[in-house]
């Protein structure tokens, strides 16, 4: 048992989940490795969360993620739903940080959305660990300005210690009692400056994904968004794009 750690019952169904949690942080400086094992726990997740929403297949599933899980975990959990034959949609947000008065704000720079039911569907919020929840707050509040999503399914590998209360105080009960959590451990420790969970996933998702700092993975388009977007409007394909 890793220090301040704890396995929730999704990792204890699931030893392989467990594993590839366990070995991200071995994997510093190997960015192909860690991005295949990022991919994996997404799968995983999906996997986890599947028997819950294996009913709700009939409407739109929108997979809310931010730019720098897009191509890996996320990927994991949207190819892991289509195989259950899961009609997939997919909202991808560029976030910058911005502190001030010792506060952590979010905004979203960019956004990436496809067309879904806004009358009929279910959310679920996709993010490598949640801790002060800043991040997964601004997406989601963005999300359902013009939504009422029928379910919220908040899916990570890690969250920190009360990381879920957080996040629901931050919504109205009529929104913040649809949440569903899955996510396969709970880290109580952070490093020094606060900004780390420990031992989390390792360090900053950022450099381990390879896609630089804070500012720099915000140029990175997501293969999986070109990907999408092409098949989502064909028609640009013969405009060059």
Known sequence: MTA???FTAFADKDPEARTLLESLPTLKGDIKGYREHM?????????????TLKSELTRDICVIC???????????VIEELE???????MICMWNARVKSGGISISPVVRTYEEVYDKSDVVFVIVKSIISGACVVKTNLTKAITTTNPKRVFVVSPVMLKDAEKRLANEFPDELAK????????TDSCKSSDGEEVIPGIGGSVYELLGLGDVKKKNTYIPAIVKERRRKEFPQLQTMGS
């Open 4 to 6: 301040g750690r704890t």
């Open 39 to 51: 991919r994996r726990l997404g799968a995983h997740l999906a996997a986890s969360m599947f028997p």
């Open 66 to 76: 931010t730019v720098e899980d897009a191509d890996f975990l996320a990927r994991g």
């Open 83 to 89: 195989s259950h034959r899961a009609r997939t949609r």
């Open 178 to 185: 649809k949440f569903e959590f899955v996510h396969f451990a």
